[in-house]
């Protein structure tokens, strides 16, 4: 397989050398194409040499007038040798010129001509992967056909911060390219019914009680079962998340819709998968907006229906799988959990540690079975829905 590798201007670049070697280790030809700013950071000649191939480095790199007519279409060359794209670090740059379809060097030229599976790598400071042009920009990407966004990890970054932005190790970049080069099918044919996201209950019309999840797992769930060849129906809470690619979302507001909806489509599901964090309870609510008058204020809540305990009992031929969302005592809960609503897994995760669960783009998770427990540990949404998959296919 050829692979070009394009090299974007950040500090984690020298980490693209590792990714070129990871990507031969697992049989590819690597060709590389670095941006300007990346040559600021790493040689050229550290990729000539690791590949045993020519380094492209700008548009108009050769001299004569016929070298510069050879060069300005050798991007459509490049595009049609190679089967895949992968930009590793992409930078907020880069992804903004993707995003917008902007042609100003070698490399981002080449995004145009690519029609192949591009896999792109982000890395940069947690302030700027979380500013909202680059969140938009993201999404745009994520939702193009062929398109595979490598979330960076958490950590202590080179700006002296602490947070998302660092590259994604070069094995797990290398082990996405191959993905994308050999798409797996093995959920070709199922029927899967997802929840994600918090639900609103209302106080007034004004007021509501929620949680902190952002959907970020049962979005990721979606996305990765639709890649591997699911009909996907996602039944989402409020979230500000773009629709996966090719599946189907039915926004919901309360619990008691997201029974509503769940229960609506059952029967269509081979595949359950509850990541929502439902309402236990809800308020009961008032018609008009609750006036200040200065004293305590006491709300009454009745009990939402048990969703994925209501799945339980009409389980019949399905895969059943449940989330357990848990401050202490976590596997005990999840055992519980996996018996008391008739689950085939329950995916465990503590949910009071820092950069992990609500709203964070890494889970820490343990899969909970009648055959055992298996700790997958701390990594992105994303790398653990794939995981989490391959549990349910795996399961009897
Ligand atoms: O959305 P993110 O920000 O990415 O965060 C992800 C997450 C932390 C929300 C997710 O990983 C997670 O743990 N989801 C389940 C949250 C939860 O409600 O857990 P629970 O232990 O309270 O509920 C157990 C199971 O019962 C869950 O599958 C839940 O969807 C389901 N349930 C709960 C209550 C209810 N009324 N109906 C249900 O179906």
Same mark, same amino acid.
């Given at each position: 397989?050829?692979?070009?590798?394009?090299?974007?201007?950040?500090?984690?670049?020298?980490?693209?050398?590792?990714?070129?070697?990871?990507?031969?280790?697992?049989?590819?030809?690597?060709?590389?194409?670095?941006?300007?700013?990346?040559?600021?950071?790493?040689?050229?000649?550290?990729?000539?040499?690791?590949?045993?191939?020519?380094?492209?480095?700008?548009?108009?790199?050769?001299?004569?007038?016929?070298?510069?007519?050879?060069?300005?279409?050798?991007?459509?060359?490049?595009?049609?040798?190679?089967?895949?794209?992968?930009?590793?670090?992409?930078?907020?740059?880069?992804?903004?010129?993707? /995003?917008?379809?902007? %042609?100003?060097?070698?490399?981002?030229?080449?995004?145009?001509?690519?029609? +192949? @599976? #591009?896999? *792109? $790598?982000?890395?940069?400071?947690?302030?700027?992967?979380?500013?909202?042009?680059?969140?938009?920009?993201?999404?745009?990407?994520?939702?193009?056909?062929?398109?595979?966004?490598?979330?960076?990890?958490?950590?202590?970054?080179?700006?002296?911060?602490?947070?998302?932005?660092?590259?994604?190790?070069?094995?797990?970049?290398?082990?996405?390219?191959?993905?994308?080069?050999?798409?797996?099918?093995?959920?070709?044919?199922?029927?899967?019914?997802?929840?994600?996201?918090?639900?609103?209950?209302?106080?007034?019309?004004?007021?509501?009680?929620?949680?902190?999840?952002?959907?970020?797992?049962?979005? /990721?769930?979606?996305? %990765?079962?639709?890649?591997?060849?699911?009909?996907?129906?996602?039944?989402? +809470? @409020? #979230?500000? *998340? $773009?629709?996966?690619?090719?599946?189907?979302?039915?926004?919901?507001?309360?619990?008691?819709?997201?029974?509503?909806?769940?229960?609506?489509?059952?029967?269509?599901?081979?595949?359950?998968?509850?990541?929502?964090?439902?309402?236990?309870?809800?308020?009961?609510?008032?018609?008009?907006?609750?006036?200040?008058?200065?004293?305590?204020?006491?709300?009454?809540?009745?009990?939402?229906?048990?969703?994925?305990?209501?799945?339980?009992?009409?389980?019949?031929?399905?895969?059943?799988?449940?989330?357990?969302?848990?401050?202490?005592?976590?596997?005990?809960?999840?055992?519980?959990?996996?018996?008391?609503?008739?689950?085939?897994?329950?995916?465990?995760?503590?949910?009071?540690?820092?950069?992990?669960?609500?709203?964070?783009?890494?889970?820490?998770?343990?899969?909970?079975?009648?055959?055992?427990?298996?700790?997958?540990?701390?990594?992105?949404?994303?790398?653990?829905?794939?995981?989490?998959?391959?549990?349910?296919?795996?399961?009897?």
């Amino acid at each position: 397989m050829n692979v070009v590798l394009g090299v974007g201007g950040g500090i984690a670049a020298y980490k693209a050398a590792e990714l070129a070697r990871a990507l031969q280790d697992r049989g590819c030809a690597v060709s590389t194409v670095m941006t300007h700013a990346a040559q600021e950071f790493i040689q050229p000649l550290t990729f000539a040499a690791l590949t045993g191939r020519k380094v492209i480095t700008g548009l108009f790199e050769k001299s004569s007038a016929d070298a510069v007519l050879s060069s300005s279409v050798e991007h459509i060359a490049v595009a049609q040798e190679n089967q895949l794209l992968v930009v590793a670090p992409a930078t907020a740059d880069l992804l903004a010129q993707f /995003a917008h379809g902007h %042609a100003s060097d070698f490399l981002t030229t080449l995004y145009l001509a690519f029609t +192949g @599976p #591009v896999v *792109l $790598a982000p890395a940069m400071n947690t302030n700027m992967w979380n500013h909202p042009a680059t969140q938009a920009n993201v999404a745009t990407l994520r939702a193009r056909a062929n398109h595979v966004i490598v979330d960076p990890g958490s950590g202590h970054l080179a700006c002296g911060m602490t947070g998302p932005g660092r590259l994604a190790e070069p094995p797990s970049i290398a082990d996405a390219v191959m993905t994308a080069l050999h798409p797996r099918r093995d959920l070709a044919g199922q029927t899967i019914l997802l929840t994600a996201g918090p639900t609103r209950e209302a106080i007034d019309p004004v007021r509501y009680v929620s949680n902190h999840s952002s959907g970020k797992m049962g979005y /990721a769930l979606a996305e %990765a079962a639709a890649a591997r060849g699911a009909r996907v129906i996602l039944v989402s +809470g @409020p #979230v500000s *998340l $773009a629709a996966p690619k090719g599946v189907e979302v039915i926004a919901v507001e309360s619990a008691r819709d997201m029974y509503e909806a769940v229960m609506a489509r059952l029967d269509e599901a081979t595949i359950v998968i509850k990541s929502a964090a439902v309402a236990d309870y809800s308020p009961i609510a008032a018609g008009q907006k609750i006036k200040k008058s200065g004293e305590m204020m006491h709300l009454d809540l009745h009990p939402t229906r048990d969703i994925l305990a209501a799945v339980g009992q009409r389980k019949g031929a399905r895969k059943l799988i449940g989330f357990a969302a848990e401050t202490n005592d976590l596997l005990t809960y999840a055992r519980r959990k996996l018996e008391q609503k008739n689950c085939d897994l329950i995916v465990a995760n503590l949910v009071n540690q820092p950069g992990t669960g609500f709203g964070a783009d890494q889970n820490d998770v343990t899969l909970v079975t009648r055959a055992g427990d298996q700790p997958l540990g701390r990594a992105s949404k994303r790398a653990l829905a794939d995981q989490i998959l391959d549990a349910v296919v795996a399961l009897p």
